[in-house]
T-cell receptor, first 114, second 109 residues
Framework: NAGVTQTPKFQVLKTGQSMTLQCAQD?????MYWYRQDPGMGLRLIYY???????DKGEVPNGYNVSRLNKREFSLRLESAAPSQTSVYFC?????????????FGPGTRLTVT | DAKTTQPPSMDCAEGRAANLPCNHS???????VYWYRQIHSQGPQYIIH???NNETNEMASLIITEDRKSSTLILPHATLRDTAVYYC??????????FGAGTRLTVKP
C-alpha cells in the first residue's frame, strides 16, 4: 500500500498562475482533506470531502477550489496564485463510521509563489 | 483557533519517559482528545486518542484527568527518533481537526 500520495512534491509559481495539486489514497477511505501549513505553524484545514461527491469548506478556503474526482482522488486548485499561498500543502484521508478514525497524511507539496 | 494549550518546547533524555502536557479546559462532552506528531517536515502521524478513559497503545499512553480539562501524552522510553512536534487536538469529528503550534520535543542522547 502506498497510502496517501501527492504530486508534485515541489512547485514554484508566479503570482497569477494557476495549478492543481493532486492527491490519491489507496486505503478505500471515504473522507479526504486538504490542509496548509505555514512556517512554524500548525496545519489549517482548507477543504474536506466527507464522501465521494461531496465537498465542504474548512477553516481557510478562500483562493482555493477542490474536486473529489472519485473515491481515491481529491484535487486542490489554485486559480490565481498569490504570495500568501506560499505554504506546504498536505492531503489526508480517513475512514468514517460510528467510531473515531485517525487521519493518514501524505508527504506534502511545497509551494512557493513569487 | 485551537482549543488546546501546549508548551512550545520540551527536552527529554534518551531512554527516559517523555511527558507532554495539554490543557483543554473548554472541551465538550462529545469531544475526543487526539495526539499527532510531525517528524521534521513530513506529514503528521496519528499517535493515540481518548474520550475520558486512559488509553495505551504500542506508541504511547494517554492520561486524561477526571474533569477532562487536561491530558498528558507519555512516551515511555523516548528515543532520538521521537524528536518531533507533538500536536494535541480536541475535536468532536474528523472534519474539524484544529492543529495548534504544538510542542517541539527534543530527545537528547
Amino acid at each position: 500500500n502506498a497510502g496517501v500520495t501527492q504530486t508534485p512534491k515541489f512547485q514554484v509559481l508566479k503570482t497569477g498562475q494557476s495549478m492543481t495539486l493532486q492527491c490519491a489514497q489507496d486505503m478505500n477511505h471515504n473522507s479526504m482533506y486538504w490542509y496548509r501549513q505555514d512556517p512554524g505553524m500548525g496545519l489549517r484545514l482548507i477543504y474536506y470531502s466527507a464522501s465521494e461527491g461531496t465537498t465542504d469548506k474548512g477553516e481557510v478556503p478562500n483562493g482555493y477550489n477542490v474536486s473529489r474526482l472519485n473515491k481515491r482522488e481529491f484535487s486542490l486548485r489554485l486559480e490565481s496564485a498569490a504570495p500568501s499561498q506560499t505554504s506546504v500543502y498536505f492531503c489526508a484521508s480517513s475512514e468514517v463510521g460510528t467510531g473515531v478514525y485517525e487521519q493518514y497524511f501524505g508527504p506534502g507539496t511545497r509551494l512557493t509563489v513569487t | 483557533d485551537a482549543k488546546t494549550t501546549q508548551p512550545p518546547s520540551m527536552d527529554c533524555a534518551e531512554g527516559r519517559a517523555a511527558n507532554l502536557p495539554c490543557n483543554h479546559s473548554t472541551i465538550s462532552g462529545n469531544e475526543y482528545v487526539y495526539w499527532y506528531r510531525q517528524i521534521h517536515s513530513q506529514g503528521p502521524q496519528y499517535i493515540i486518542h481518548g474520550l475520558k478513559n486512559n488509553e495505551t497503545n504500542e506508541m504511547a499512553s494517554l492520561i486524561i484527568t477526571e474533569d477532562r480539562k487536561s491530558s498528558t501524552l507519555i512516551l515511555p522510553h523516548a528515543t532520538l527518533r521521537d524528536t518531533a512536534v507533538y500536536y494535541c487536538i480536541v475535536s468532536g469529528n474528523n472534519n474539524d481537526m484544529r492543529f495548534g503550534a504544538g510542542t517541539r520535543l527534543t530527545v537528547k542522547p
